[in-house]
């Protein structure tokens, strides 16, 4: 299935796992100064996340890791088992060392503290986005 299109360019589809709703609402703000057309697609736990991502068409997926019902960990490997060509990013509140080595080792494309420097955010966000080189293809 095809990305949806705004004025002829393409609109990236970003799937977004948040039980916080003021954190969703703030992620949803910062894509904005991505410069890039993001569809945002907001589930508030891992289960609803899951169904979307089954039936829909993303091109990255934010997760956070402490979710109700399964955590973030879980979730990426079982989007890593049926999904695996989707990148995801993993946010946590709750950083440390191990943590960030097996969710990295099971497949995210990168871990981040929600209050990392929105800046790195953003440029994990676009380099994941971006379209690759004409010679990869």
Known sequence: REAPRISGHRV?????????????ELIKELLQECEIDIAVDVA?????????????????????????????????????????????LVLTGYANDELQSQVIRHGACTYLRKDADHRIFLNV?????????????
């Not at 796992?17 to 003021?22: A, G, M, T, Y």
């Open 44 to 88: 508030t736990n891992a289960e609803e996340g899951l169904e979307k991502v089954h039936n829909g068409r993303f091109d990255l997926i934010i997760c956070d890791y402490c979710l109700p019902g399964m955590n973030g960990l879980s979730f990426l490997k079982v989007i890593k088992k049926t999904k695996g060509n989707i990148p995801v």
């Open 125 to 137: 966000v676009r380099e994941t986005l971006a379209p690759l080189p004409a010679w990869l293809m």
């Open 12 to 24: 990236e589809a970003l799937g977004h796992v948040e039980d916080e709703q003021r954190d969703a």
